[in-house]
């Protein structure tokens, strides 16, 4: 006989555990303080700027359409230490895409 055989999860209150009301009040809490934390979540990162470059860009969905000014050597490099993630669009609000987008 194994030690966790005789530990709390095994004690007889706990076997067959079902969900019951109080757990879903426990599950229906969470779920709103996490869907409160993200839409609260204001950005703050600088917005990818409106503009036809941008936009332009922004429609080829491909970092490499960014990263062509954005690299190290580009024209408007990223600061050094900048994060590898590759979503822009996560912290960088997206333009509003009206140039060839379709
Ligand atoms: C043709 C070159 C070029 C491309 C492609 C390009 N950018 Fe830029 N970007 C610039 C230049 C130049 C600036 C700085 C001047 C300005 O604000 O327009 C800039 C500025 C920015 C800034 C900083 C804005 C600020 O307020 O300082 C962000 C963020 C940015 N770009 C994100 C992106 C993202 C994301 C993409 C891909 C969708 C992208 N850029 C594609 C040239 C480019
Ligand atoms: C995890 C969040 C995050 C992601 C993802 C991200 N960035 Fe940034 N970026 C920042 C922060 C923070 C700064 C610092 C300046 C600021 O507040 O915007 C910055 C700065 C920049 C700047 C310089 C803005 C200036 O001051 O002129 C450029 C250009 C830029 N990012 C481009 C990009 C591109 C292109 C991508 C996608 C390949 C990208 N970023 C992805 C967080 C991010």
């Not at 555990?17 to 969470?30: E, I, S, T």
């Not at 990263?67 to 912290?91: E, L, N, V, W, Y």
């Amino acid at each position: 006989m194994s030690a966790s055989e005789n530990g709390p999860e095994n004690s007889p209150e706990n076997r067959g555990w079902k969900p019951g009301k109080r757990d879903a009040f426990f599950l229906a809490f969470v779920a709103a303080v996490v869907i409160f934390l993200t839409m609260s979540g204001e950005r703050t990162t600088k917005p990818t700027p409106n503009d036809a470059t941008h936009q332009q860009a922004a429609a080829l969905k491909t970092i490499a359409a960014c990263m062509a000014c954005h690299s190290a050597d580009g024209i408007h490099p990223q600061p050094k230490r900048h994060t590898k993630t590759q979503q822009c669009f996560q912290c960088h609000i997206e333009p509003e895409i009206s140039v060839g987008a379709k």
